[in-house]
Each structure stands twice: as C-alpha cells, then as structure tokens.
C-alpha cells in the first residue's frame, strides 16, 4: 500500500481502541468462514506475529496481542488489515468485507485515514489545509522560506514530533506578519518591527476588516502557544501545569496557522500591489 513514507519509521498517531475493536469483530466474521486456526495465523502474520501458536486458542490471544502493538502506527495497522484481506480476496473462497466496508469503520470512528487503492490517504482532522504554491508578492528566496518551513511542520507532524511541528509554523507565522513592515494601509505605512507590534498596528489601521478579526484571533492563538503554561512551544513548558501538545492538537494548531498565513499573504499581496498603484 502506498502512504506517507515516514509513517512507515514514526507514527503519526495510533488507531482509537473502538476502531480496532471493530476491526477484530470483522476478522472473527471471516476467519469462521474456513480452517479458524489457520485463519487466525493469517491475520496474526500480517499483523506482525512471529511463528505459530501453539493451538487455536493461544493463536487467537496472539493475534489480538499482535494488533494492539501494531495499532500503535494506524497506517500500518491499517495496511496490515487491508493486505491481509486482499491475499485472501485473491484466493475467491473467502468472503472480506471490501474496502467500502473498512473506510466506513475508518470514518466511524475519526481514524484520520481513507483507504483509496493502492493509496492510503490522511482525510478529515489529519490532512493539512492545503496552500498555495507560491505567493504572489514575495521574492524567490521568500518563497523559498516560506514553503520550506510549510513541509518542516508537516514533516515533523508526520514524524509524530508535534510540538516542533507547532513552533515551525508559528515561527513562519510571525515571520509573515513581519513582512507587512513597510506595506502602506492606504492611509499610512506599517511602520512597527515586532510580530504583536505589527500585528496592534494593522489591527488599528484595518479597524472595522476582516483583517482586524483575523489578527484577534491569530496573536490569542500565538499568545496561548507561547506560554509555559499553555502550548509552551515557544518560552518552555511549566513542568508543573504546562500542557504537552499532543498529535491531534499539533494537526490542528498547524491546519489554523496555515489557513491564517494564507489569508495574510492574500492581504500581503492586495497590499503591495496597492503600494505600486
């Protein structure tokens, strides 16, 4: 199954117990179609089992042992599940649910992936808002900047380093507020240096746009971040009360931060090209 490469070497994230749940209720379903024990080695395989168990009983307790380690990487827990029923699917004596029937126990249960043949693709909460390829109103080294710090963030996500993913892209987000430094407002020029000075500026001089809303909530969201005892992806975490930014949370953080860059280089562009009119 195609995926994400570094799925394959750090998980993005595990599969939600209920799902695997599902999953084994699915797996009793086929195996009572033919020789169980024999059945129940397939799958424990696939899951990554060693050997063979020493009866029916004991190869079913391994299977189930084998899936809630692998369930600790959904991809490849998913991958296994799913190539171990195409095997079976190709021999025509077995009936295994198909995969409409494995998606829907995906979305069900808010796993974050779709299986899409031969593809296995990141959908809802756990795909990254997607951004342009260039922005306008920057130079080529800008750009440059720009997009490398974007699949930074999405690298380290998918490395299941969340925390860093979040200060990438925060770091990006500030970066791109200063960028405003110099741009008029129609009415006077962006004159602060600073991320939270720019951005009381253009939050005066844009008063009544939506540019002033989206700042609100951008330097809160960057506030909360900062803080040791919030996101502390910037000043440290407090050891005491801090909390620790976990997959779901960095996703999110990094999916809010890309749709307010965006939205700021849009209003980058419509400035600059207003400076030159």
Avoid at 166 to 187: C, D, H, P, R
Avoid at 216 to 245: C, E, F, N, Q
Wanted: glycine share 8%; net charge negative.
């Amino acid at each position: 199954m195609k995926m994400e490469a570094s799925w394959r070497f750090d998980t993005p994230g595990p599969m939600p117990p209920e799902a695997v749940r599902a999953v084994d209720a699915l797996i009793d379903k086929v195996v009572a179609q033919g020789n169980r024990w024999s059945m129940l080695e397939h799958f424990k395989g696939h899951f990554g089992g060693v050997g063979r168990s020493s009866s029916e009983s004991w190869a079913q307790s391994d299977l189930s042992d084998s899936m809630w380690h692998a369930a600790e990487n959904a991809p490849l827990f998913i991958e296994s599940f799913y190539e171990a029923c195409e095997v079976l699917r190709g021999d025509g004596s077995i009936a295994v649910p198909d995969v409409g029937r494995m998606n829907r126990i995906l979305r069900d249960h808010g796993v974050g992936y779709e299986i899409r043949p031969p593809e296995l693709i990141a959908v809802g909460l756990h795909q990254p808002i997607a951004v342009p390829e260039r922005y306008q109103s920057l130079d080529e080294k800008a750009q440059e900047i720009v997009q490398a710090s974007l699949l930074q963030s999405e690298k380290l996500l998918a490395e299941g380093n969340p925390r860093q993913a979040v200060q990438e892209i925060l770091w990006l987000m500030e970066s791109v507020v200063t960028a405003f430094k110099g741009l008029s407002t129609g009415s006077a020029t962006i004159e602060e240096k600073y991320f939270n000075k720019i951005a009381q500026e253009l939050r005066t001089k844009k008063k009544g746009q939506t540019i002033e809303q989206v700042l609100a909530w951008l330097t809160t969201l960057h506030g909360y971040l900062s803080s040791p005892t919030g996101g502390g992806v910037r000043h440290g975490v407090d050891l005491k009360s801090g909390i620790t930014v976990n997959p779901d949370e960095g996703r999110l953080y990094c999916n809010l931060i890309r749709s307010y860059v965006t939205f700021l280089m849009t209003e980058h562009d419509r400035m600059s090209r207003g400076v030159q009119e």
